[in-house]
């Protein structure tokens, strides 16, 4: 299949593709729907596939039922019948043809109904009444079984046959209602009302026979699902035959395919209770011989270790001597810790008396006035030494004492300057020199020969 070209400002299509894309719109766009129409043209070629047109007053579509779908219809296809179909619009892209692809077929009046019992089932669904979570489990044993039913019907009689079979020691309370017609949803709710609000029964039947989709509708009104959903007693529902499906089966805690079925769920069978409690006894009665048993080895046990009272007395003195004895031990040993205790104190007291402490503090100041004497004089003698050499030292630096030895210090009269190196006075210099008891003027000459 070509894809559309670009022309200007628009597409070129092939047929096929036009047709192709005409259906993908169709089936996108309007998906699943229900149809009422009359049947007509109906052909049934070898293949199995049901083909014919739907048509109202004024308006026709042509429709096809393949041969899955043909299989589980609940009416035969005739021309002229009015009936209900559901199914999927679509095109067949080969002729162009506009068609609608059945799934789904149901008489007109019973189409009706059918669709209203889908479209309150996933209502119903979407809300949660048919949430497991919201199940309540039935009672192993219940006290007593309620039945809400005809008391005229087939389904009760079946009920009651069962239970007898299976529990006859089980009470049956009947709460009679009407199970088709207008007030047949209504009879249900008041039933459900009236059990919950007298509290007789543990758990509850909800039963009716077979029948047709009308027939069973008071079972698929919404009226009676929201009941079934509030009630706090375990409902357990056998509505119909095993192909039958109600409202009132999703929403119950149990949904039995039959009456008969019903009743089996909520009792036992009294044979596997019977053959239950034989082995429960059984298992009881070895118990109990382990128990007597056991009672019997310790009662023996405790009528060995009874004894008569004077040798209980006995054991008592002779445990209290034992204790006595043991007391004074510890007496003794006590007494003989605190007199140590008191030893230890008594000499720390001597130890630590004002007295004792004043004569030691004494003692240790003559040492102490002795030592720092003695290390005052060390001292002394010390310095003494090292101030005689000190003034030796200082005496033989003393420039007196020198010029006492035949020395004698020059210096220049004009600046007073000592003179150390002969450049210092050169010839015709006037000098002076200091010697031991004065002053000697000096005038420098040349030296013999200078002249020459």
């Known amino acids: 299949m070509a894809p559309p070209t670009r022309q200007g400002t628009g597409y070129i299509y092939s047929v096929s593709a036009l047709n192709t894309e005409t259906r993908e719109l169709l089936e996108s766009t309007l998906g699943s729907v229900w149809v ?46 009015q009936v ?13 043809d506009y068609q609608l692809i059945v799934d789904h077929m149901d008489p007109a009046g019973e189409g009706a109904l059918r669709q209203a019992f889908e479209l309150l089932k996933r209502r119903l669904e979407a809300q949660g009444l048919f949430d497991p979570r919201h199940k309540r489990p039935l009672p192993a044993l219940p006290r007593r079984i309620g039945v809400i039913s005809s008391p005229t019907g087939a389904a009760l009689r079946d009920i009651l046959s069962v239970l007898e079979r299976r529990f006859p020691a089980v009470p049956v309370l009947v709460y009679p209602i009407r199970v088709q017609g207008e007030q047949a949803a209504a009879d249900i709710v008041a039933a459900l ?28 009104e919404e009226s009676v699902a929201r009941a079934i959903h509030a009630c706090t007693l375990p409902v357990v529902s056998g509505v119909g035959h095993q192909v039958d499906f109600t409202i009132a089966d999703f929403v119950a805690d149990v949904r039995a395919e039959t009456p008969s079925a019903a009743a089996a769920a909520v009792v036992p069978d009294q044979g596997e209770w ?51 004895m043991r007391l004074d031990n510890a007496m003794a040993r006590q007494l003989v810790a605190r007199r140590q ?41 010390r310095r003494r030494a090292r101030l005689t050499l000190l003034e030796r030292s200082l005496a033989g630096l003393d420039p007196d004492s020198v010029l006492q030895r035949g020395y004698a210090i020059v210096s220049r009269v004009s600046d007073g300057r000592v003179v150390t190196r002969v450049a210092m006075a ?25 002249d020459d």
Not at 359 to 381: D, G, N, P, S, Y
């Open 341 to 381: 205790r008191l030893e230890r104190l008594e000499h720390r007291l001597a130890t630590g008396s004002p007295v004792t402490r004043v004569t030691l503090a004494r003692h240790a100041h003559a040492r102490l006035t002795e030592r720092l004497h003695q290390t005052w004089q060390r001292a002394a003698e």
């Open 426 to 450: 050169p010839a015709g210099t006037t000098l002076k020199a200091r010697v031991a008891d004065g002053e000697l003027p000096c005038r420098v000459t040349p030296p013999p020969g200078a």
């Open 274 to 324: 019977r053959q239950r409690l034989e082995r429960l006894a059984a298992r009881l009665r070895v118990l109990m011989a382990a128990r007597l048993r056991h009672e019997g080895q310790r009662l023996e046990w405790l009528s060995r270790r009874l004894r008569h009272p004077r040798r209980t007395l006995q054991e008592t003195q002779q445990r209290a001597d034992t204790l006595a």
């Open 193 to 220: 009302a009236t059990a919950e609000a007298r509290g007789d029964c543990d758990v509850l039947i909800l039963a009716r026979g077979g029948g047709s989709l009308e027939d069973l509708q008071p079972f698929n």
């Open 84 to 96: 209900i179909v559901h199914g999927r619009v679509s095109l067949y892209a080969p002729r162009g």
């Open 36 to 81: 009422q129409g009359e049947l007509s043209n109906l052909a049934s070629p070898r293949s199995g596939h049901l083909y014919f047109t739907l048509k109202d007053a004024s308006s026709q579509v042509r429709c096809a039922l393949f041969k899955g779908n043909r299989a589980g219809l609940a009416v035969t296809p005739a021309d002229g019948l």
